[in-house]
């Protein structure tokens, strides 16, 4: 029964995810030095894309049987957890060239993986 609630945490655990990768994304670009609010907007937009991808694969197992399809939605949000997890990395690295390009490539990830909803057909898709 725990498990069915999945359904209810999975989509708002995705959108917090992509709000806080557009706000750590922002932030890189700012001129200031590292700052506790960076760390955190970078450390949730990480958790809760990872937390969304984690209840997508509870509710995915009990809706269709199986954790993983690799359905265009699923592998885009895959890509994009792990270029969240590469921009962290190049952040905490102070390699700031690498940073702001991971959080380019982040936002494009986003805006790519709202849309393959409508554009390619899977379990996910309005097609």
């Known amino acids: 029964m ?7 945490v999975h989509p708002p655990l ?3 995810g992509y709000f806080f990768i557009f ?3 922002m932030s890189v670009f700012r001129r200031e030095r590292k700052s506790r609010m960076r760390d955190l ?11 969304g991808l984690l209840t ?15 359905d265009p939605k699923e592998t885009m949000t895959l890509l ?11 952040y905490h690295e102070q390699k700031a060239k690498l940073t702001k390009r991971l959080a380019v ?4 990830l986003i805006v790519l993986t709202a849309l393959n ?5 899977g379990l996910h898709s309005f097609v």
Do not use: E, K
């Open 2 to 8: 725990m498990l069915g609630r999945a359904r209810y």
């Open 14 to 16: 995705s959108i917090l």
């Open 23 to 25: 706000l750590f994304a």
């Open 41 to 51: 907007c970078g450390y949730s937009a990480w958790l809760l894309t990872f937390l």
């Open 56 to 70: 997508g694969m509870i509710w995915a197992q009990i809706a269709w049987g199986n954790y993983w399809s690799w």
């Open 80 to 90: 994009l957890f792990l270029a969240v997890s590469a921009q962290l990395v190049a």
């Open 105 to 108: 490539s982040s936002c494009i």
């Open 117 to 121: 909803s409508f554009l390619f057909a």
